[in-house]
């Protein structure tokens, strides 16, 4: 099973002092109006990638002889700025011309500099300065005041863009940092700049790209649940450690997201195409960069401040469908001290009452956090995420004010993991590929079977074991008797059949291994009577089963079905991104491609085989017809031997044996069986009595099958041109007027033979 560093890695966003003694101006004479930024410059150029290639290595200037001599991969710039010595944080011009050594000359020079200028300010233990006397004509003195909070790195990072000749703003506004919770509204003052670069501002957070706090927790909160298991932990406050940093996520972010964290007093620097107010700022989902980085996007309601009244609240994100599988998600819920009615908190804190509330439900590329509220109150989710194996980082926050608890609140099966509920990485990586249910969540009726499917790996299929477990919610994680799940591997196919008898929820753990003794989960899914988690019309909610029901046959002549089904779906307004219609075009290519293997084997035509075999192993399915494509390159060489001779030969071996035991003395028909027979080396008999002809077409029909494995060195040109000859006697239509059969082998006999002597193959004729 995939593995994920659980732990949180995340760093807060630091509150800077605003005091500032250094009065600059915001913009100096001349500086273009600022405009909506369309294209913004990638900020994560890759490790050892070359910069700065110069177009002229041999120009003889000074300029081209020293970029030859100097870093030019973005580590190795990072690295010189980090080496910068001493000596120059004594003149603003010494410092400048040490950063810009490897940019001399470069059309880039000034948004690699402003780079520069940040990897030198966030290495600067500021801390060391704080003694030294604070003055503004250099650097050193600059960071004295930095460290003597005199001053903020807005301002110094001001002054070094300005000294090193590049255009810099200084923006004042407001900000979500510090001690922020979802739905604070405090005016939290922040400075922040805006750099003039390929004819476009861009925004810079110079502070939170050096600095950032480690350890920050907000007080007054009860932890229920981290991830998926019962905490209740009462969380006390720590205001944490300011450490210095470099954090890319704020040089040159998207204006969009970073209007999720800061917003500008005028807002022409919020450089976007339609600005958002104060409020809709204070309004607006709690979203950090790494959100944006993951490429995510929020699809439940934009608001970092939720209410809900008797009812479960549901957040969805949904993730690019490239990466998707690859991520993790985890989540801590939390519920704000002395918020909620203290009888009723202190028994629902109790141990044998511990909730598992919030349910992580996987969909495709979506991610759904179904949450429950057994009592009134203020609560709080936080949500952290990353691909698999990296540590997880904090994603978002948002609190939830409950003014009347869920109806119906049940728990959550049981604690699904790092894994949550739905097929994943973790589950195709043990086989399972393209399930029949890509939701988590599965609504049901009482009674009624749950049939769900997945294709298996053709090579795991040989060894793969499989075990599952229904747990009943209701009965406080009750496992339920094996019988209620029926498990079935049908060669590349796995099918399981379930049913729940009373109403509830219910979870389904799948386990997979080569034994039964190290077998492990792969695979949750969350199934419930209940109707609660679900907002779909019931017209759009029939035509999903329906779709369901169709995608569970893997008969290939089910095609047809399931497109009526993505049809019908579509009809009802579902729309074509949804993940069940998504998995139903994969599933009609799976069956497309199965039914392309059967008509290959059919038709046993070369070039249809190999076309069949360059399609599946162009495509995305090529673990399910592992095993397949081997058979198929097996047919395709012997077809390859046989020179294509064998297309028709089952028609042929069919045709004959009609003769076996006929009495047919027609002219015709004898003729077609005799040239036949020459074609495979035998000397021309004349057909003296009725019983000739039987024994004519077993003897030929015998010698067809021990030659139809090589046929092509088998055959000669010679016995070609003899059956040529007897063949043309009568034409085809000829032959076709007197017997079917007949009329297949002349024609058969005519195109081989005719091959043989033009020394074609079947695919040149």
């Not at 948004?111 to 704080?130: G, T």
């Not at 460290?147 to 070094?160: C, E, H, I, P």
């Not at 195409?273 to 700022?281: A, C, D, G, L």
């Not at 993730?319 to 629902?348: C, H, R």
Request: proline share 4%.
């Amino acid at each position: 099973m995939g593995s994920a560093c659980t732990k949180p890695n995340s760093k807060f966003i630091p509150f800077e002092n605003d005091s500032d003694e250094v009065r600059i101006p915001p913009e100096e004479d001349g500086y273009p109006d600022p405009r909506v930024v369309y294209n913004i410059t990638d900020k994560s150029l890759k490790r050892g990638a070359t910069l700065f290639a110069d177009p002229n290595p041999n120009t003889g200037s000074e300029s081209a002889g020293r970029s030859h001599t100097l870093p030019m991969t973005k580590a190795e710039l990072d690295k010189h700025a980090k080496k910068t010595p001493k000596s120059a944080l004594n003149s603003f011009d010494d410092l400048i011309a040490y950063l810009e050594k490897p940019l001399y000359g470069k059309a880039s020079r000034d948004e690699v500099m402003v780079r520069a200028l940040l990897v030198w300010l966030s290495n600067q233990k500021i801390e060391n300065f704080k003694s030294k006397r604070g003055r503004t004509d250099t650097p050193r003195g600059f960071l004295s005041l930095l460290g003597q909070d005199r001053t903020t790195y807005s301002t110094v990072f001001t002054v070094l863009c300005r000294k090193a000749n590049i255009k810099c703003a200084q923006i004042h506004g407001v900000c979500k940092a510090g001690n922020y919770q979802p739905g604070d509204r405090d005016n939290r003052r922040s400075q922040w700049n805006a750099v003039y670069l390929n004819d476009s501002w861009h925004v810079i957070h110079p502070y939170w790209v050096c600095r950032a706090v480690v350890g920050l927790k907000a007080g007054g909160w009860i932890k229920l649940e981290k991830g998926g298991k019962s905490v209740v932990k009462r969380q006390k406050a720590d205001s944490g450690v300011v450490q210095n940093a470099f954090q890319e996520q704020y040089i040159m972010p998207d204006p969009i997201h970073f209007l999720y964290e800061c917003h500008p007093d005028d807002k022409k620097w919020q450089l976007v195409q339609k600005p958002i107010t104060r409020e809709q700022f204070f309004d607006q989902a709690y979203l950090r960069p790494a959100f944006w980085e993951l490429g995510m996007k929020l699809l439940s309601v934009n608001a970092c401040a939720l209410k809900t009244t008797g009812n479960a609240t549901a957040i969805t994100f949904q993730a690019p469908k490239d990466t998707a599988n690859e991520l993790n998600m985890d989540y801590e819920f939390l519920i704000k001290e002395g918020s909620s009615n203290v009888d009723e908190e202190n028994k629902m804190l109790k141990a044998e009452n511990m909730p598992r509330l919030v349910a992580k439900i996987r969909n495709g590329s979506e991610w759904n956090f179904h949450i429950q509220f057994p009592i009134e109150g203020i609560y709080k989710i936080i949500i952290n995420g990353a691909p698999e194996y990296q540590h997880l980082t904090l994603l978002c926050e948002f609190q939830i004010t409950c003014t009347e608890k869920s109806k119906d609140c049940r728990l959550t099966p049981f604690d699904p993991g790092l894994l949550g509920f739905g097929p994943g990485q973790t589950c195709e990586k043990a086989g399972l590929l393209l399930p029949s249910h890509q939701n988590g969540l599965v609504t049901t009726e009482k009674s009624k079977p749950i049939r769900m499917s997945f294709l298996l790996d053709s090579e795991v299929s040989k060894s793969l074991k499989v075990k599952t477990e229904l747990v009943n919610a209701d009965s406080e994680g009750l496992l339920l008797q094996q019988s209620d799940v029926t498990t079935i591997i049908e060669k590349t196919e796995l099918k399981i059949i379930t049913k729940v008898v009373r109403e509830g929820d219910y979870g389904l753990k799948i386990f997979t291994g080569s034994n039964t003794s190290s077998m492990s989960v792969v695979c949750n899914y969350f199934i419930t009577t209940s109707y609660k988690f679900t907002y779909e019309k019931t017209n759009k909610r029939l035509a999903r089963q329906n779709l369901l029901s169709c995608i569970e046959n893997s008969k290939f002549s089910e095609i047809e079905k399931i497109e009526q089904g993505i049809s019908r779906c579509i009809k009802e307004k579902i729309p074509e991104t949804d993940s069940d219609i998504e998995n139903a075009h994969r599933k009609v290519e799976v069956l497309k491609i199965k039914k392309d293997i059967h008509d290959a084997y059919m038709r046993r035509h070369l070039l249809t085989t190999e076309t069949t075999i360059l399609k599946i192993q162009q495509s995305q399915y090529i673990r399910i017809f592992t095993e397949s494509v081997q058979h198929l390159e097996e047919y395709a060489f012997q077809l390859r031997n046989l020179e294509g001779f064998t297309q028709e030969l089952p028609d042929i071996l069919a045709a004959v044996g009609e003769f076996n035991h006929a009495h047919v003395t027609n002219e015709t028909v004898v003729n077609t069986l005799v040239a036949l027979s020459v074609l495979f080396g035998n000397k021309p008999k004349p057909i003296e009595n009725k019983d000739d002809l039987p024994t004519l077409a077993r003897d030929t029909k015998h010698k067809i099958q021990l030659k139809k494995d090589n046929i092509a060195s088998s055959l000669s040109i010679e016995d070609a041109r003899h059956a040529q000859v007897v063949i043309e006697r009568y034409t085809y239509k000829q032959t076709r007027n007197v017997n079917v059969a007949a009329a297949s082998i002349h024609r058969w006999v005519t195109d081989v033979a005719s091959t043989l002597i033009s020394g074609r193959s079947e695919g040149d004729v």
